[in-house]
């Protein structure tokens, strides 16, 4: 072999190195981010049962309205204290409209800080 072609192959085998690695650390990004977002769905997920089991249909908008919870919430509802770095946001829209019945839009919006995701998750529960 000559000088050159030793040359050229160190050249390939370096460019080959090179997006090797820089895939591997796209992969490790993207399975951090996915981690993030199926604890964010578990988390929403969790809240809406939390609404849904809820008794009093009249006081779904003034009990779940507007709240906002984190691991230090120590009222939070189911609790998050085992997910540092996530915020999960509530809120309940209730829709009385004169060609149609009166339902509750319940909508929960969870951000994980670190990662910047955020997955949202919504549920329409009816008057019964």
Not at 64 to 84: C, H, I, K, R, V
Not at 102 to 123: C, D, F, L, M, P
Request: hydrophobic residues 45%; proline residues 2%; neutral net charge.
């Amino acid at each position: 072999m000559t000088l050159i072609e030793v040359i050229m192959a160190v050249m390939i085998l370096s460019g080959v190195l090179i997006g090797l690695s820089n895939f591997t650390r796209r992969f490790q990004h993207l399975t951090n981010n996915h981690e993030a977002l199926a604890t964010a769905s578990e988390l929403a997920t969790a809240r809406l049962e939390a609404v849904e089991l809820h008794r009093t249909y009249s006081t779904l908008v003034s009990t779940f309205n507007g709240t906002t919870e984190t691991s230090a919430t120590s009222t939070a509802n189911p609790s998050m204290s085992g997910y540092p770095g996530y915020t999960r946001t509530t809120s309940a829209v209730a829709v009385d409209s004169a060609y149609a019945a009166r339902y509750v839009t319940v909508t929960v919006n969870v951000e994980h800080a670190a990662t910047g995701t955020s997955i949202s998750k919504s549920v329409v529960i009816a008057a019964f």
